[in-house]
């Protein structure tokens, strides 16, 4: 066996919850600051997808689904 197939790591299989986490800060103060990174590629991914964002009471912030890859991802 060659030492590249030996040494490449698996890649695992993915099953289950996709979960894209953007955090941000709320307040005008932050609002173009590199604290938004987060949101803004997830907000980003989620216009890209056409999908909008909505309030999920229970886990206290915003949520949008998307599909990547054909998975659904929140």
Do not use: Y
Not at 58 to 69: M, P, Q, R
Request: some cysteine; overall charge positive.
């Amino acid at each position: 066996a060659s030492f590249e197939r030996t040494c490449r790591p698996a890649i695992p299989t993915m099953t289950g919850l996709r979960l894209i986490v953007g955090l941000g800060n709320p307040g005008p103060e932050h609002l173009r600051t590199r604290h938004n990174a987060g949101f803004w590629f997830a907000d980003a991914l989620a216009a890209q997808a056409g999908a909008r964002f909505g309030l999920e009471s229970k886990l206290f912030g915003e949520t949008a689904k998307v599909e990547i890859a054909g998975q659904p991802v929140w």
